[in-house]
């Protein structure tokens, strides 16, 4: 899965260009409404890709071992993260500190939902 999202359309086109010898599945991740598929691209909204990786590690269908790289880092994206409700009475998914990195828990959440995605 390849973030398409702004600045990631630029390395979606640098991607294509090299002709990997692997599967690109881009995505957009949205701020809302539902998942859809257009024109190549699944549009995600961020709650939805967050709650699936929550419903991942709580069932114990992932699991990361304390002893990986990155582990803490990753632990500590996931917990800077709340749910907050939006003017509009939607649910946003957002960082507690606006200064909070979540690359890994982004990638993370993309690579969960393209295994749900292949898997099917």
């Given amino acids: ?11 979606l086109d640098a991607i294509r260009r090299e002709r990997l010898p692997a599967m690109t599945l881009p995505v957009s991740i949205t701020s809302g409404g539902m998942p859809s598929y ?3 691209v699944d549009r995600i909204p961020k709650s939805d890709l967050l709650k699936r990786l929550q419903l991942l590690i709580q069932t114990e269908r ?13 632990l500590d994206e996931l917990a800077a993260y709340r ?24 990638a ?13």
Avoid: C, Q, Y
Avoid at 62 to 74: E, M, Q, V
Avoid at 89 to 104: M, S
């Fill in 1 to 11: 899965m390849v973030d398409a999202t702004g600045v990631g359309a630029p390395v």
């Fill in 38 to 40: 257009a024109n190549g």
């Fill in 62 to 74: 992932l699991r990361i071992p304390s002893g990986t790289p990155g582990a803490r880092n990753l």
């Fill in 83 to 106: 749910r907050a409700p939006k003017r509009n009475g939607g649910i946003r998914f957002a960082p507690v500190d606006e200064a909070t990195n979540d690359d890994l828990l982004t």
């Fill in 108 to 120: 993370l959440s993309l690579a969960s939902w393209a295994g749900a995605k292949v898997i099917r």
